[in-house]
């Protein structure tokens, strides 16, 4: 690997984390693409790599999350068992699904989100006065109020149909492993469709949890030898300050915006990786 590379890869690290801090999904959503579109690095090498940046990622930006009130703890921990089960499910099916297959279900993981993002425009403030059936969200008290500056107050949310969301966790972690996207592309509209929770809870939520599923499946791969240790540490370093950079502006950006940011970039990324699936090259090659 040369110096050039090695450059190229710490840019792509920060900018790609910067955006992913942002939307609360870590950089593996946007590094695998990129490194296999755009360096032409095996879409297996660069699935290893990016577990590395999502670890990397999520630490980075878990702090300024947890001082904004943003992250529901207590809901993470429980959503994370269903993930991180997911996560060692797909790392037993990594080297069975084809390569093409990997292209075309990475192409339609992220056009379905796009648009169950899409089709829920706008972040519902919750009646905390409102008459509801007992749930388990109730019975572990997961439910909280942000402070969206935005807004200028404090928003009241409530988490529900939490069964249903663990279901979703399950199988994103399971894409998680197979991808090596971190699974908040897969979080994000879960919580966001089933949970019924304000974007900016999503993100950060799905932030402090992506670490943990990566790990999940990071350490198997480097077990079988499917990360490549330099890569992995360029990557890591732009990760964190990309990362950081990320969650500061996630704290002003509005939710809104966030929404809009969050799908152009589902349908660009899908769009590219069907391109990669049918063959067809995207920018010039590393050697």
């Given at each position: 690997m040369d110096l050039h590379f090695e450059i190229w890869l710490f840019a792509v690290a920060l900018?790609?984390?910067?955006?992913?801090?942002?939307?609360g999904m870590a950089s593996?959503?946007?590094?695998?693409?990129?490194?296999t579109i755009f360096g032409h690095v095996d879409i297996r090498a660069a699935v290893g790599v990016s577990l590395i940046s999502v670890i990397a990622c999520s630490c980075g930006s878990a702090a300024p999350f947890l001082r904004g009130r943003l992250t529901n703890v207590r809901l993470a921990v429980v959503l994370e068992a269903t993930t991180t089960l997911g996560a060692l499910s797909g790392v037993l099916l990594f080297n069975i699904v084809p390569v093409t297959i990997l292209y075309l279900l990475f192409a339609a993981v992220l056009f379905v989100s796009a648009q169950q993002m899409l089709s829920r425009r706008g972040d519902p403030v919750t009646d905390v006065g409102e008459e509801r059936a007992p749930s388990w969200a109730d019975a572990l008290q997961l439910d909280a109020a942000y402070p969206d500056q935005a807004l200028g107050r404090d928003v009241v949310y409530r988490v529900q149909r939490l069964p249903l969301g663990m279901l979703f966790m399950y199988?994103?972690?399971?894409?998680?492993?197979?991808?090596?996207?971190?699974?908040?592309?897969?979080?994000?509209?879960?919580?966001?469709?089933?949970?019924?929770?304000?974007?900016?809870?999503?993100?950060?939520?799905?932030?402090?949890?992506?670490?943990?599923?990566?790990?999940a499946s990071a350490g198997a791969y480097f077990l079988r030898g499917n990360i490549d240790p330099l890569m992995a540490g360029v990557v890591a370093l732009g990760s964190v300050v990309g990362s950081i950079l990320g969650a500061?502006?996630?704290?002003?950006?509005?939710?809104?915006?966030?929404?809009?940011?969050?799908?152009?970039?589902?349908?660009l990324l899908g769009a590219q990786m069907l391109l990669s699936a049918l063959g067809i090259s995207i920018g010039g090659h590393h050697s």
């Amino acid at each position: 690997m040369d110096l050039h590379f090695e450059i190229w890869l710490f840019a792509v690290a920060l900018g790609t984390s910067a955006l992913g801090g942002m939307l609360g999904m870590a950089s593996g959503i946007f590094i695998v693409p990129v490194l296999t579109i755009f360096g032409h690095v095996d879409i297996r090498a660069a699935v290893g790599v990016s577990l590395i940046s999502v670890i990397a990622c999520s630490c980075g930006s878990a702090a300024p999350f947890l001082r904004g009130r943003l992250t529901n703890v207590r809901l993470a921990v429980v959503l994370e068992a269903t993930t991180t089960l997911g996560a060692l499910s797909g790392v037993l099916l990594f080297n069975i699904v084809p390569v093409t297959i990997l292209y075309l279900l990475f192409a339609a993981v992220l056009f379905v989100s796009a648009q169950q993002m899409l089709s829920r425009r706008g972040d519902p403030v919750t009646d905390v006065g409102e008459e509801r059936a007992p749930s388990w969200a109730d019975a572990l008290q997961l439910d909280a109020a942000y402070p969206d500056q935005a807004l200028g107050r404090d928003v009241v949310y409530r988490v529900q149909r939490l069964p249903l969301g663990m279901l979703f966790m399950y199988g994103a972690g399971l894409l998680s492993a197979l991808l090596g996207i971190g699974s908040g592309v897969l979080k994000i509209p879960a919580m966001d469709t089933a949970l019924r929770l304000p974007i900016k809870i999503s993100s950060a939520t799905s932030n402090f949890m992506i670490s943990v599923t990566a790990a999940a499946s990071a350490g198997a791969y480097f077990l079988r030898g499917n990360i490549d240790p330099l890569m992995a540490g360029v990557v890591a370093l732009g990760s964190v300050v990309g990362s950081i950079l990320g969650a500061r502006i996630l704290l002003r950006v509005s939710s809104e915006k966030l929404r809009i940011l969050f799908i152009a970039v589902l349908l660009l990324l899908g769009a590219q990786m069907l391109l990669s699936a049918l063959g067809i090259s995207i920018g010039g090659h590393h050697s």
